[in-house]
T-cell receptor
Framework: SQQGEEDPQALSIQEGENATMNCSYKTSINNLQWYRQNSGRGLVHLILIRSNEREKHSGRLRVTLDTSKKSSSLLITASRAADTASYFCATENNAGNMLTFGGGTRLMVKP | KAGVTQTPRYLIKTRGQQVTLSCSPISGHRSVSWYQQTPGQGLQFLFEYFSETQRNKGNFPGRFSGRQFSNSRSEMNVSTLELGDSALYLC???????????????FGPGTRLTVT
């Protein structure tokens, strides 16, 4: 079963705008990761944030984690048409290499 | 380094048949995980293998099984296929088998299985 929910399920923005996606989860975690998937292909790992971290940056990506609220957000700044994809959050708990995914956010960036 | 490869990429099978999917991890990666992706259930963890041993298992029936070879290549098998097994099956590999060293998984392109 899925760990939690992602919000919104779909997001449509113009190129250059920022995109924010939210993820909630249910159980305690070791880390939370964000992945991108283009058109039903394989997933690409974007960023990992550990449970003792609150914010992390990677290029145009900014991830926050609030373990008290069991939630995370992914911000993509200055979006590009090439950012059009589905974005998934995934949590890893103490069981090891077993990811539990959210339902995903479909992002469309219009040129 | 070559990425994770999965074969075949597309497969059509008939209900009741069995199927074997193959995954070759990134060189040096010892952990291989399998996931099923469907429009209804999303991405769900099937199982993980590390050093030829199944270390984690998701909530799937016994018809779904897997194994890992000494070169870390992995196969998953689905017996007595059902229509609901139609899905994208994704394999992922990672370098570290330890939670503290986990840095993310590298996914293959997937095998799209259609059961008719």
């Amino acid at each position: 079963s899925q760990q939690g929910e992602e919000d919104p399920q779909a997001l449509s923005i113009q190129e250059g705008e920022n995109a924010t996606m939210n993820c909630s989860y249910k159980t305690s975690i070791n880390n939370l990761q964000w992945y991108r998937q283009n058109s039903g292909r394989g997933l690409v790992h974007l960023i990992l944030i550990r449970s003792n971290e609150r914010e992390k940056h990677s290029g145009r990506l900014r991830v926050t984690l609030d373990t008290s609220k069991k939630s995370s957000s992914l911000l993509i700044t200055a979006s590009r048409a090439a950012d059009t994809a589905s974005y998934f959050c995934a949590t890893e708990n103490n069981a090891g290499n077993m990811l539990t995914f959210g339902g995903g956010t479909r992002l469309m960036v219009k040129p | 380094k070559a990425g994770v490869t999965q074969t075949p990429r597309y497969l059509i099978k008939t209900r009741g048949q069995q199927v074997t999917l193959s995954c070759s991890p990134i060189s040096g990666h010892r952990s291989v995980s399998w996931y099923q992706q469907t429009p209804g259930q999303g991405l769900q963890f099937l199982f993980e293998y590390f050093s030829e041993t199944q270390r984690n298992k998701g909530n799937f029936p016994g018809r779904f099984s897997g194994r890992q070879f000494s070169n870390s290549r992995s196969e998953m098998n689905v017996s007595t296929l059902e229509l609901g097994d139609s899905a994208l099956y994704l394999c992922a590999s990672s370098f570290s088998g330890q939670t503290t060293g986990f840095v993310g998984q590298y996914f293959g392109p997937g095998t799209r299985l259609t059961v008719t």
